[in-house]
Each structure stands twice: as C-alpha cells, then as structure tokens.
C-alpha cells in the first residue's frame, strides 16, 4: 500500500510538471509526504555518499552566500524556492534500489503523458488562434512568425518556452529509448505518436538551445534506425533517405523568411555581437546577450573567489548595465541570462567549482552506465545553462531537483 502511494505520487508529477507549475509544487509535496513513510537507517547509511553528487550543493551555496550578502531578506526567500534541492536528495536515501527504479520508471511514463497532454493543449490552441483569421486547410509562412511561435506559443500554459522545452526533451529522449527496446506493437504506435506531437511541439516552440540538442538527440536515434534498415532492406533504407531529405528541404523552405528563421540567422548574429541600445530587426531596441556577458565578467572579476554572496545578482548587475550605459537592461532588471555567469556572480569561482562538479560527475555516471536517457538530460542542462539561469527559476528547480537525484540514486557505478 505505501509502495503504491508512493509510485502514484511520482506518477502523478510527471503528469503535473508539463502542466503547471503550481500543480508540480503540489504534487511534488505529495511526493515528499509519502517518501516520510519509508524512513529506515540502515538504508541511510548505504546512501550516504551520493549526496556528494547530489543538488545538496546548491542549496549548501545558498547556504554559504549569507556570509557575504548584503540582501538577506531576498536570501532568505529563496530557502524556501531551494529547499527541493535539499529535501529531495535526503528523503530519496531512505529507498532501497528497486523502489527508486521503480519511481524512475513511473515518473518518466507519468512526464511522456504530461508532455504529450500540455503539447496537444498548446498546438491545438495555436492552430485555433491561427485559423480564426484564415479559411480552414489553408496554409502560409504566417504559421512560422512571431504570433504563433516562442513565447506566443507557450502562453497558453504560462511556460517560458525553453524551461518546458526541457521537459519535452527530457520526454523525448525516454521515448526514443523506450521505442528502440520495446516489442508491442500498440507501446509503439503510441511513443511514436508521442514523438511526432513532441516534434511539432519543438518546433514551435522555436527555442535555439532546445532545437539545438533536439537535433543532435534526433540525428543519433536516426543513425541507430538507418543502421537496422539498411541491414534488413538496402531499397526502404534508400527511400526513407530520400523522404528525410525531402522533409528537411521542406521544412526549410517553409520557415525561410520567417521569425522561425530570424530566430537562428540575424537575431542569434545580433544576440553574439556588442549591441547596447539597438535592435537586430530595426523595431525594438535592447542590449545583445553578449553585452550583457561582458557587464558579468566585469563584475566578476572584482570579486572572483567568493563572488557577492546569495540574491546578489541583479543588484550588482542592474548598477553596472546602468554604469555602462545598457539601458533596457537595467529598466528590464535582466539577470545574465547564464547560469554559469550567475554563480559565478553570487558564489565566486569556488560555487561554479562546485556547480560544475555536481553537472559533469552526473553525466560521467550516466555515459558510464549508457543510460541514454540521463545522458540527454544532462547534456540539456549543460546547454540551456549557457543562455538561461535555469537552477533558479521554480519551474526548473522542482524539475531538476526531482530528476536530477532520482537519476543519480539510481547509478550503480559510483
């Protein structure tokens, strides 16, 4: 019986997450009560050391960066927001083996199904909005452009469009994995089902990072399929080439001259390049990333080991974009836009020695053990964590924290 309310429960945020956030809190809470049932010492004792590689560092930095704050009332907030990154990893040492692998897979099945719902919500209501304005089954570029794509097309369930396309990729990968090793015939009509909805749903979201890693994730398990084709049939495998191709020059030439298409030629360049108070497409002005960059490692090298301590962020950022003159930054009261650049800035080379060591120890396990999985989903941090402060917004924190030490305690080899 606790067994069951605890599988339902990490069922049930997977479902959740995609969904809401605020459901995500609530079920995650769920989560966190039944795993009190379980609490056993001797259990304790053999887990003890994956807290190493565990989030606990994150919220230890937290922790540390009172010392050196000097905006203790917004630190202390932000215990609340990083308690997961405590809470979780402690509670998950009570479990013995089977039971976290048995979490795992209910998890992943519950988030494909939430993904899968909150894509069709978001595609339904996008098609909606676009032929409430056109005749039904036409079709033009328009489809590609500002209005139905980014953070348009998330807005329907509040989602800033690269913090849910990591739950899609996270989706994508498990359902890519599965399909390959699964021999019933309806568990492979339906992920791939899945898949398509989560291709669709990629697109649209127009995210460079997501599409980015969504690409490389997608070219690997198509090298694996051509490879088994081409050994059972040389003329499918020669037809399925040709219709690859044909679909990517398609797609091409349907998002040229779009905003799809901006997104990753003139908007990435302007986004890469010293830009302060101009715009890339001649409308709207706004400081580069790249600027913004810099304005960060200006700050950092005042105060590189220890950095200006928790909540520090966008006080010391917000003076310095004024000082420089980066005025919609300042007024917009930007972060860096680096989760990298982020720790640095609050926690010094030390946090980023230690932030670092909890990313790539994780994916070392998972290349060690093959769990493809895993191996996407960390490669996915790595990359959205050059251009989004990912680890503080609550939206990836209850996301990361939850799967991030659930992969973890599963590892064998550590």
């Known amino acids: 019986m606790k067994n069951n309310i605890l599988y339902s429960s990490a069922f049930a945020f997977g479902i959740a997450v995609p969904l809401s956030t605020r459901l995500g809190n609530v079920t995650l809470g769920f989560f966190l009560v039944s795993l009190l049932f379980f609490f056993n010492g001797n259990k304790f004792k053999e887990n003890t050391k994956k807290l190493w590689f565990s989030t606990i560092h994150l919220f230890a930095l937290l922790v540390f960066g009172f010392v050196f704050s000097e905006n203790i009332e917004d630190g202390i907030?932000?215990?609340?927001?990083?308690?997961?990154?405590?809470?979780?990893?402690?509670?998950?040492?009570?479990?013995?083996?089977?039971?976290?692998?048995?979490?795992?897979?209910?998890?992943?099945?519950?988030?494909?199904?939430?993904?899968?719902?909150?894509?069709?919500?978001?595609?339904?209501?996008?098609?909606?909005?676009?032929?409430?304005?056109?005749?039904?089954?036409?079709?033009?570029?328009?489809?590609?452009?500002?209005?139905?794509?980014?953070?348009?097309?998330?807005k329907r369930l509040g989602f800033y469009p690269t913090y849910f396309g990591l739950y899609a990729l996270l989706s994508l990968g498990t359902s890519l994995d599965i399909l390959f090793k699964k021999k019933s015939l309806i568990q492979k009509t339906l992920l791939s089902l899945s898949v398509v909805i989560l291709l669709f749903t990629i697109l649209f979201l127009n995210a460079r990072t997501i599409t980015g890693v969504t690409a490389a994730v997608v070219l690997y398990y198509s090298i694996i399929f051509l490879k088994i084709v081409f050994n059972k049939n040389k003329t499918c495998f020669f037809i399925i080439i040709l219709m690859m191709f044909s679909v990517l020059i398609g797609l091409f030439f349907s998002v040229r001259k779009t905003y799809m298409f901006s997104r990753f030629s003139q908007e990435l360049i302007w986004d890469l390049t010293p830009n302060v108070n101009t715009a890339y497409n001649g409308k709207y002005k706004a400081d580069s990333r790249i600027v913004r960059w810099e304005t960060a490692i200006s700050l950092i090298k005042e105060r590189p080991i220890l950095g200006y301590g928790c909540a520090m962020e966008k006080k010391v950022l917000h003076q310095k974009?004024?000082?420089?003159?980066?005025?919609?930054?300042?007024?917009?009261?930007?972060?860096?836009?680096?989760?990298?650049?982020?720790?640095?800035?609050?926690?010094?080379?030390?946090?980023?020695?230690?932030?670092?060591?909890?990313?790539?120890?994780?994916?070392?396990?998972?290349?060690?053990?093959?769990?493809?999985?895993?191996?996407?989903?960390?490669?996915?941090?790595?990359?959205?964590a050059v251009f989004e402060n990912i680890f503080k917004n609550n939206a990836g924190i209850i996301f990361i924290a939850f799967f991030s030490n659930l992969f973890l305690f599963t590892h064998q080899k550590k």
């Open 77 to 154: 907030n932000l215990l609340g927001r990083y308690a997961s990154y405590l809470l979780i990893p402690v509670f998950l040492l009570f479990l013995d083996k089977d039971q976290i692998a048995t979490i795992k897979i209910k998890s992943l099945y519950g988030l494909i199904i939430g993904v899968t719902l909150a894509s069709l919500i978001l595609l339904v209501n996008n098609f909606v909005r676009y032929y409430s304005t056109r005749p039904f089954f036409t079709f033009d570029k328009d489809l590609f452009n500002y209005y139905y794509t980014y953070h348009n097309f998330t």
């Open 321 to 384: 974009f004024e000082q420089n003159g980066l005025n919609f930054a300042a007024k917009n009261n930007y972060d860096a836009h680096n989760q990298y650049l982020s720790i640095t800035i609050e926690f010094g080379l030390i946090g980023l020695s230690l932030f670092l060591f909890y990313l790539f120890s994780n994916l070392y396990f998972s290349i060690q053990e093959k769990d493809k999985t895993v191996i996407v989903f960390f490669i996915s941090l790595l990359s959205i």
